[in-house]
């Protein structure tokens, strides 16, 4: 069974970058057709999907956010990487690893809060 631990600094200040890790277990991150995904919920909203990547290493990302927005991923370590530049206040959200497989969204991190404040 595949688990997604997600981890990154918690606190940022304005115009720094970011960056978060999902450490996958259980299973491999190569697997074709799965994508390894950052989703995001800031307080008081939805969700919102950032940006995924997958077995190929081929990103793709959120066209309102994709300038900002760099996702990578680590065969060795089987982690995937969100940075996120030039950060805001509106970036504050608990921010989700999540595996898109078969086109269902099946699993889940247990998220991680990202504060951006000065």
């Known amino acids: 069974q595949v688990q997604l631990q997600e981890s990154g600094p918690g606190l940022g200040e304005p115009s720094q970058t970011l960056s978060l890790t999902c450490t996958v277990s259980?299973?491999?991150?190569?697997?074709?057709?799965?994508?390894w995904n950052w989703i995001r919920q800031p307080p008081g909203k939805g969700l919102e999907w950032r940006g995924g990547?997958?077995?190929?290493?081929?990103?793709d990302y959120n066209s309102t956010l994709k300038s900002r927005t760099i996702i990578s991923r680590d065969t060795s370590t089987t982690q995937v990487s969100l940075h996120l530049n030039s950060v805001t206040p509106e970036d504050t959200a608990i921010y989700y690893c999540?595996?898109?497989?078969?086109?269902?969204?099946?699993?889940w991190g247990q998220g991680t809060q990202v504060t951006v404040s000065s």
């Open positions: 999540v595996r898109m497989k078969l086109w269902s969204w099946d699993s």
């Open positions: 259980g299973e491999s991150i190569l697997t074709t057709n799965d994508w």
């Open positions: 990547i997958n077995h190929a290493a081929k990103p």
